[in-house]
């Protein structure tokens, strides 16, 4: 089994930055990407963004040129930097992992942005 922990979710006004971290650990072998999906209420869940094991970087467009994913491998642990933050970005925010081809979902984290 294995459990995402997510951390870093928060109240923040317009214009600021969160920084959401989420660790992955359990029975691992091997973790073949790691990402955000988020979802707000009434709308389906999306993705936000996404970073394989060899680095490779996917962005919803509403997160590219604001939003940073990075990776520590040795840690298992997926990092995003959301700058320039909108009340439009107010969601939850859920951590997934592909884990020896398996997906697995973390509880989410509430991120609110006010205006």
């Known amino acids: 089994q294995v459990q995402l922990v997510e951390s870093g979710g928060g109240l923040v006004q317009a214009g600021g930055s969160l920084r959401l971290s989420c660790a992955a650990s359990?029975?691992?072998?091997?973790?073949?990407?790691m990402g955000w999906y988020r979802q707000a209420p009434g709308k389906q869940r999306e993705l936000v963004a996404i970073?394989?094991?060899?680095?490779?970087?996917n962005y919803a467009d509403s997160a590219k040129d604001r939003f940073t994913i990075s990776r520590d491998n040795g840690k298992n642990t997926v990092h995003l930097q959301m700058n320039t933050l909108n009340p439009e970005d107010t969601a939850v925010h859920y951590c997934?992992?592909?884990?020896?081809?398996?997906?697995?979902w973390g509880q989410g984290t509430q991120v609110t942005v006010s205006s």
């Open positions: 970073i394989t094991s060899g680095g490779s970087t």
């Open positions: 359990g029975s691992i072998f091997r973790i073949n990407a």
């Open positions: 997934f992992a592909v884990v020896d081809s398996r997906d697995y």
